[in-house]
T-cell receptor, first 112, second 115 residues
Framework: GESVGLHLPTLSVQEGDNSIINCAYS??????FIWYKQESGKGPQFIID?????DKRQGQRVTVLLNKTVKHLSLQIAATQPGDSAVYFC???????????FGTGTKLQVIP | EAQVTQNPRYLITVTGKKLTVTCSQN?????MSWYRQDPGLGLRQIYY???????DKGDVPEGYKVSRKEKRNFPLILESPSPNQTSLYFC??????????????FGNGTRLTVT
């Protein structure tokens, strides 16, 4: 498959444990944030998103937390499974803009 | 099946030889975009389109052209490819400009090598 990056920050987690992937964003005017998952050989896949008027949003096994004070976004994955191994990207969209800006990614390795 | 389709998946070419990477979506999406992905730099936007005949530059548009003559297609054109355009390219689309309930859907990528 295609490699998505070299020297990415890597998070290693035991299967069944919870994972927390962090992301710092730069634009205080951003009003929409998204997490994507990218498996080897595939395009990024939408996981969950959150608007800036929210602090927390939950999906199936995933939770996104937004701290606007320190411009920090996190993705929590409950009961991590081997299929969660991938590169995870956070992305932001500036208010009034039509483009989405991506972070450089974090590699999640799940240890069986 | 709802999807974004890019072709080709792999392309090796030589400097200066014009090429086109096609992108098609079957979801009636208004918004389409091209990204390139390079190690350590993440995904960077090349061009985007809000609708038919409406295109605009992203962060790294130099050396690329796009067109949006039909809603479903958004080809990426490299008139005179150079080695620094060797990269992994992704096309994406969303119902409207990316907002909640209108996330970007990505194709599976085109690996381009320019020698």
């Amino acid at each position: 498959g295609e490699s998505v990056g070299l020297h990415l920050p890597t998070l290693s987690v035991q299967e069944g444990d919870n994972s927390i992937i962090n992301c710092a964003y730069s634009n205080s005017a951003s009003d929409y944030f998204i997490w994507y998952k990218q498996e080897s050989g595939k395009g990024p896949q939408f996981i969950i998103d959150i608007r800036s008027n929210m602090d927390k949003r939950q999906g199936q096994r995933v939770t996104v937390l937004l701290n606007k004070t320190v411009k920090h976004l996190s993705l929590q994955i409950a009961a991590t499974q081997p299929g969660d191994s991938a590169v995870y990207f956070c992305a932001e969209r500036g208010r009034g803009y039509q483009k989405v800006t991506f972070g450089t990614g974090t590699k999640l390795q799940v240890i069986p | 099946e709802a999807q974004v389709t890019q072709n080709p998946r792999y392309l090796i070419t030589v400097t200066g030889k014009k090429l086109t990477v096609t992108c098609s979506q079957n979801m009636n999406h208004e918004y389409m975009s091209w990204y390139r992905q390079d190690p350590g730099l993440g995904l960077r936007q090349i061009y985007y389109s809000m609708n038919v005949e409406v295109t605009d530059k992203g962060d790294v548009p130099e050396g690329y052209k796009v067109s949006r003559k039909e809603k479903r297609n958004f080809p990426l054109i490299l008139e005179s490819p150079s080695p620094n355009q060797t990269s992994l390219y992704f096309c994406a689309s969303s119902l409207i400009v990316p907002v909640q309930n209108s996330p970007l859907h990505f194709g599976n990528g085109t690996r381009l090598t320019v020698t």
